[in-house]
């Protein structure tokens, strides 16, 4: 039985270690909770469900329906940690790259999903807290879903703009990119 303090209602020490060593080891399994969802509350209540059914075969619970909330919350806490675990660890400098860095136990169209979400702009201004510059947007924006570029003149464009960021702060790039584009705006 997973005991929980009456104060915090949150398990107690022994009970509590437990209860979290176990969940850990359930949010690595990506067949009930598969890595592709960019948030916990977008998993389908069904795997939640599911998830909850297996952790009842586990514990048990002095009043189930009160302690599903707390025990759900601290498993999707555990999975949103193991995502950023296999991002520190298997993460690469492109789309591609960290394709074929997929981890052993992740089966693969759930690498991919989760490789394409996380390469969004969206996810780099998320991940650094700015916008992307002008030149990245244009890198990234010419890019196939494979990581190569659309065509041989976007990748030369491409590779001008990247040796043009890795040279300058990102304030001074910015009209140097209209001359790297040929911007016609800029005229």
């Keep these: 039985m997973v005991h929980f303090d009456e104060d ?3 398990p107690d020490d022994d009970s509590g270690g437990l209860l979290g060593s176990w969940l850990g080891q359930l949010s690595g399994d990506v067949n009930l909770l598969p890595i592709d969802y960019s948030d916990w509350r977008l998993v389908p209540q069904s795997r939640k469900d599911k998830a909850w059914e297996v952790i009842q075969v586990k514990f048990w619970f002095d009043d189930p329906p009160t302690r599903k909330e707390f025990v759900l919350s601290a498993l999707g806490s555990m999975c949103k940690d193991l995502k950023l675990r296999l991002w520190r660890d298997y993460k690469r400098n492109s789309v591609a790259e ?6 052993e136990k992740i089966p693969e169209d759930q690498w991919n999903h989760l490789v394409e979400m996380r390469f969004t702009n969206k996810w780099k201004k998320i991940r650094t807290g700015k916008t992307p510059s002008r030149a990245e ?12 570029f659309v065509s041989d003149e976007a990748k030369k464009r491409a590779d001008e703009l ?3 960021l890795a040279q300058n ?3 001074q790039v910015s009209g140097n990119v209209t001359t790297c584009l040929g911007d016609e705006y800029s005229q």
């Design 162 to 164: 990247t040796l043009l």
């Design 137 to 148: 947007l244009f890198i990234e924006t010419r890019k196939k879903s494979d990581g190569s």
């Design 169 to 171: 702060p990102p304030r």
């Design 98 to 103: 960290t394709r074929e860095n997929r981890p």
């Design 8 to 10: 915090s209602n949150q």
